[in-house]
């Protein structure tokens, strides 16, 4: 058994040596020579990703008012339930096909895969823009997601032009650009949706806006989206592409220093060789799932992605549904409005604060918390709706900027990369479950029993109190929930399982 340090520690020692031949083997020299990452290729993965983040949470602030032009619904209460379907589509096409394209990036390359992804979006972001029909609009967002498997592969592609030192960095800035577009694609769907009813003078009664008044925030997404295909067709690739009995330096590394048959233990006992290079996708298959500790923090992470995504779909469809069932009653652009202020506040919070706050007080704690604070945050969520004006708009914006930053606490405080793939599906399941259940709440208002939104906020809290219950021990032992690493190499879980692009669905 040899210690991790020892392990990796002649790996950043290592002089590579160039093979012009090998993708892989060429951007190791590269990034070597310039002492840091390569900036212009960081650069370039963090604007694609910022094009994958656009179309995922822009459709929030219009997808009720879409549901309810296309008909299908046979009283306005049955509107939620399409909606929350048609925003838990493109999660579930990716949950289903994450892991298969994760698996074609460790074999035909990276960048195809980002560059596929991308382009997918162009096509099917703009035929959901001018979808006339539910199915059609479902559908779409289906195949968006089945066929773009891009943010493993773009979190293994920024590992791989970053050394040791800067990968903290990389995937700290794909983080953060990921964070960006979830904060623009609300305010492009709020803005542009609907657009002949807010700029009339720009276009008109009868134009083609006002016959799709959905596509305008979609085109402009495809646009950013194509011009992240032209970007990411600039990206090298990074996966090496030669036999390993090949002598090349910068390929052999590894197997220079690392004996093959050397494992480092990492926590609850899970084994990761780091001898080859596509070493997570293979220790995905040695995880002991007869560990308690790892089958709680699995189903955690599923419970609160599920949460995540319900509240989502659930503070939109209550913004903007009809005061009579309960709603606001705000507009596409009030809601554009709250959800980007309350994203730009989380983005701020994730540079700022996250990181200081996980390595003094520990993850757990953190996680522990944001739930105990969420617990009652959102059961009053419904006593919002008897104010009005600033006052009402001053709540909107402080409960959802206080409910976001608990969501990415919980997040972030897991670094095992089996309960991110868990939480996918949990974040597919949740839209639709909310959906169905706004509708059946806005049928029972009169009920003696929590009516209305009443109904739906407390089952909110009871599964937010379910992940709490999961975070004691000895359901979830302590040492699955740890303070971030100060430096990358020094948890050798976290900067492998980045390495994977098979291994999370994203």
Not at 28 to 43: H, N, Q, T, V
Not at 50 to 60: G, K, T, V, W, Y
Not at 71 to 86: C, L, N, P, Q
Not at 345 to 372: D, E, H, K, T, Y
């Amino acid at each position: 058994m040899m210690d991790s340090s020892q392990a990796l520690q002649p790996l950043l020692n290592q002089k590579k040596q160039r093979n012009y031949r090998c993708p892989g083997c060429d951007i190791e020299y590269r990034k070597e020579s310039a002492k840091g990452p390569l900036k212009l290729y960081l650069a370039f993965a963090s604007f694609v990703v910022l094009c994958n983040a656009l179309p995922l949470s822009s459709l929030f602030p219009f997808v009720y008012f879409m549901v309810r032009d296309f008909g299908i619904a046979k009283s306005e209460t049955r509107i939620s339930t399409y909606a929350g379907f048609v925003g838990a589509a493109l999660m579930f096409g990716r949950a289903l096909t994450s892991i298969f394209w994760g698996m074609l990036a460790d074999i035909y390359g990276r960048k195809p895969v980002m560059v596929f992804g991308t382009a997918t979006i162009v096509v099917f972001n703009t035929l959901f823009g001018f979808s006339k029909s539910f199915w059609l609009a479902l559908i779409s967002r289906f195949l968006m997601g089945l066929l773009n498997g891009m943010l493993g592969p773009v979190r293994a592609y920024v590992s791989e032009i970053c050394t040791l030192e800067y990968q903290a960095f990389g995937l700290a800035m794909v983080a953060t650009m990921w964070a960006v577009g979830l904060i623009i694609g609300p305010a492009i769907g709020g803005y542009l949706s609907q657009p002949s009813d807010k700029y009339p003078s720009l276009f008109p009664s009868g134009s083609l806006f006002d016959q799709f008044p959905y596509a305008l925030p979609c085109l402009c997404i495809s646009v950013a989206a194509f011009l992240g295909v032209i970007v990411g067709l600039f990206l090298p690739e990074t996966l090496h592409k030669h036999d390993r009995s090949v002598e090349c330096n910068p390929c052999n590394s590894e197997k220079k220093f690392v004996p093959k048959d050397t494992v480092i233990s990492i926590k609850e006992g899970n084994d990761i060789d780091i001898a080859t290079s596509r070493t997570v996708y293979l220790s995905f298959n040695k995880i002991k799932w007869k560990n308690k500790g790892m089958i709680s923090s699995i189903f955690l992470y599923f419970i609160w992605g599920l949460h995540d995504m319900a509240y989502s779909e659930i503070f939109s469809l209550w913004a903007v549904s009809p005061k009579q069932y309960g709603g606001l009653g705000l507009t596409t652009s009030d809601v554009g409005t709250i959800l980007s202020v309350s994203g730009f506040v989380l983005l701020v919070f994730q540079l700022v604060a996250f990181a200081p706050l996980a390595n003094r007080f520990g993850a757990i704690q953190l996680i522990q918390c944001s739930i105990v604070i969420t617990l009652p945050l959102v059961v009053v969520f419904p006593l919002i709706q008897t104010t009005d004006g600033v006052t009402l708009w001053s709540l909107l914006i402080s409960a959802n900027v206080i409910k976001n930053i608990l969501s990415v606490i919980s997040q972030r405080g897991f670094a095992n990369g089996v309960s991110m793939s868990l939480a996918s599906f949990g974040r597919a399941v949740g839209p639709a479950c909310a959906g169905t259940l706004f509708s059946w709440a806005q049928e029972r208002l009169d009920s003696w029993f929590l009516p209305g939104m009443w109904i739906v906020f407390f089952i909110l809290a009871v599964v937010a109190l379910v992940s709490l219950i999961f975070t004691f021990e000895p359901i979830l032992p302590k040492s699955l929930l740890h303070p971030l690493p100060e430096r990358p190499w020094e948890d050798v879980t976290t900067q492998k399982l980045e390495r994977s692009s098979s291994f999370t669905l994203g």
